[in-house]
């Protein structure tokens, strides 16, 4: 079925390390990816995109890495602060006009003072 | 510029009630989506509007159904609750157009006794 999974459910960092949060998706099909974070009582908040024509963007702190070969997508964030810690969902698109989004469960991260 | 806004906050009902959701999009945006966010899974895909009418619908029973308002704000209904209807409902709002981000509201808290 429909599905797109996170390989690591949590990941605790150290203040000024660099975060990699991981999502496999499985729907080859799919053509547009994003991630959001989700802060405690808020709702899922737009971090950044990428098209599947793409397999690189970055944004202020953050990278989104996409490999189609292997359905996998990463979000990389340098330099990882206490406003970090939140919980990340990678979503993904497929293609047919359907404009839902299929998330995953979520990463939760944790950044240590 | 306002974001997505969503009432109430929190709205505790009994089985077999009926519930009303509410959802105003950021300016500008026609398509909005609704999705649950029930504890321990992920953002699972209800409904999407645009220009007033119903365009998609997710895997949820018929007593899930909505509506668009010409000003694009959008109601979610829930009729004869029950107790797995108990969940976050998140609004979110995009321009029309498959490679456009869905910005999100905080959600509505529903409690069902």
């Known amino acids: 079925g429909e599905s797109v999974g996170l390989h690591l459910p949590t990941l605790s960092v150290q203040e000024g390390d660099n975060s990699i949060i991981n999502c496999a998706y499985s729907?080859?099909?799919?053509?547009?990816f994003i991630w959001y974070k989700q802060e405690s009582g808020k709702g899922p908040q737009f971090i950044i995109d990428?098209?599947?024509?793409?397999d690189k963007r970055q944004g202020q702190r953050v990278t989104v890495l996409l490999n189609k070969t292997v359905k996998h997508l990463s979000l990389q964030i340098a330099a990882t602060q206490p406003g970090d810690s939140a919980v990340y969902f990678c979503?993904?698109?497929?293609?047919?006009?359907?404009?839902?989004?299929?998330f995953g469960k979520g990463t939760k991260l944790t950044v240590n003072p | 510029e306002a974001g997505v806004t969503q009432s109430p906050t929190h709205l505790i009902k009994t089985r077999g009630q009926q519930a009303t959701l509410r959802c105003s999009p950021i300016?500008?945006?026609?398509?909005v989506y609704w999705y649950q966010q029930a504890l321990g899974l992920g953002l699972q895909f209800l409904l999407w509007?645009?220009?007033?009418?119903?365009?998609n619908r997710g895997n949820f029973p018929p007593r899930f159904s909505g509506r668009q308002f010409p000003n694009y704000s959008s109601e979610l209904n829930v009729n004869a609750l029950e107790l797995e209807d108990s969940a976050l409902y998140l609004c979110?709002?995009?321009?029309?157009?498959?490679?456009?981000?869905?910005?999100f509201g905080d959600g509505t808290r529903l409690s069902i006794l």
């Open positions: 979110a709002s995009s321009f029309r157009g498959r490679v456009q981000p869905q910005h």
């Open positions: 729907n080859s099909a799919s053509d547009y």
């Open positions: 990428i098209r599947s024509n793409m």
């Open positions: 979503a993904e698109k497929g293609q047919g006009g359907s404009e839902k989004l299929v």
């Open positions: 300016s500008g945006h026609t398509s």
């Open positions: 509007y645009d220009e007033g009418e119903e365009r």
